[in-house]
C-alpha cells in the first residue's frame, strides 16, 4: 500500500523559531509537492522536487525553503516563523513524467504563536 | 496559464439527497487531465479519478458519478444518495499532459451532510 507520512500531525511553534517538517514515501516516487492549505484558498504549491537535490519554486515560496537529500525524503523548513505562517502543510508525491495521480500525506497544522 | 473555479465554497444537504458539486476550467493545451480528490476531516486527500482529456464518456462509481464535458470545460461530480460519511472537502485538479506536469487545484467545495 502506498505511503506518505508526515513527521507531524500537530505542530506549535514561536516566532522566530526554525521549524523544520519531514516527508517520507515509500514509493519510490520522483516527484515530491509542499503544499499549503489555508481555508477559502484551497492547495497553493509552495516548492516542487522532481529529483534528489533538484526543486523549483512554486507560488508562494517566500519564507520557506527545502531540503532533498535523499529520493524519499522531501523537507520543508521555515527559516523564521512568523504568524502568518499558522496553516495546514500537506506532503505529496507521485512518478516523474507522469500525470499520475499525486498521494497526499495526512498534513501537519503548524500553528506559530 | 492554467485555472480550476470550484464555485461552491460550501454546500449543505441532508442525508439521502443528490448533490452536484461544479468544477470549470481553463488551459491552452489540448491534452490534459483532470482530477478529484476528497478530504475528509482527518486531513489526508484521497484520489477519486482522472480523466485525460480525450475521454468523454461519463464515469459512474457506485453513488459517485462524473460529467465530463469539454464544451462547456467543466468536469462536475455527482453524489446520488448523499450520507454523512461523504462529507469532506472536495478539490478538483488540472493538469498538463507535458512539461513540469505540475497539476493546478480548485479551491475546494466543502460538502456537509446532515443526518
Known amino acids: 500500500d502506498v505511503k506518505v507520512t508526515q513527521s507531524s500531525r500537530y505542530l506549535v511553534k514561536r516566532t522566530g523559531e526554525k521549524v523544520f517538517l519531514e516527508c517520507v514515501q515509500d514509493?519510490?516516487?520522483?516527484?515530491m509537492f509542499w503544499y499549503r492549505q489555508d481555508p477559502g484558498l484551497g492547495l497553493r504549491l509552495i516548492y516542487f522536487?522532481?529529483?534528489?537535490?533538484?526543486?523549483e519554486k512554486g507560488d508562494i515560496p517566500e519564507g520557506y525553503s527545502v531540503s532533498r537529500e535523499k529520493k524519499e525524503r522531501f523537507s520543508l523548513i521555515l527559516e523564521s516563523a512568523s504568524t502568518n505562517q499558522t496553516s495546514m502543510y500537506l506532503c505529496?508525491?507521485?512518478?516523474?513524467?507522469?500525470?499520475?495521480?499525486?498521494?497526499f500525506g495526512p498534513g501537519t497544522r503548524l500553528t506559530v504563536l | 496559464a492554467q485555472k480550476v473555479t470550484q464555485a461552491q465554497t460550501e454546500i449543505s444537504v441532508v442525508e439521502k439527497e443528490d448533490v452536484t458539486l461544479d468544477c470549470v476550467y481553463e488551459?491552452?493545451?489540448?491534452?490534459?487531465?483532470l482530477f478529484w480528490y476528497k478530504q475528509p476531516p482527518s486531513g489526508e486527500l484521497v484520489f477519486l479519478i482522472r480523466?485525460?482529456?480525450?475521454?468523454?464518456q461519463n464515469e459512474i462509481s457506485g453513488r459517485y458519478s462524473w460529467n465530463f464535458q469539454k464544451s462547456t470545460s467543466s468536469f462536475n461530480f455527482t453524489i446520488t444518495a448523499s450520507q454523512v460519511v461523504d462529507s469532506a472537502v472536495y478539490f478538483c485538479?488540472?493538469?498538463?499532459?507535458?512539461?513540469?506536469?505540475?497539476?493546478?487545484f480548485g479551491r475546494g467545495t466543502s460538502l456537509i451532510v446532515h443526518p
Open positions: 488551459t491552452r493545451d489540448t491534452t490534459y487531465y
Open positions: 505529496a508525491s507521485n512518478l516523474a513524467g507522469s500525470t499520475d495521480t499525486q498521494y
Open positions: 485538479a488540472l493538469s498538463p499532459s507535458g512539461g513540469s506536469y505540475i497539476p493546478t
Open positions: 522536487s522532481y529529483d534528489v537535490k533538484m526543486k
Open positions: 480523466r485525460n482529456s480525450f475521454d468523454e
Open positions: 514509493m519510490d516516487h520522483e516527484n
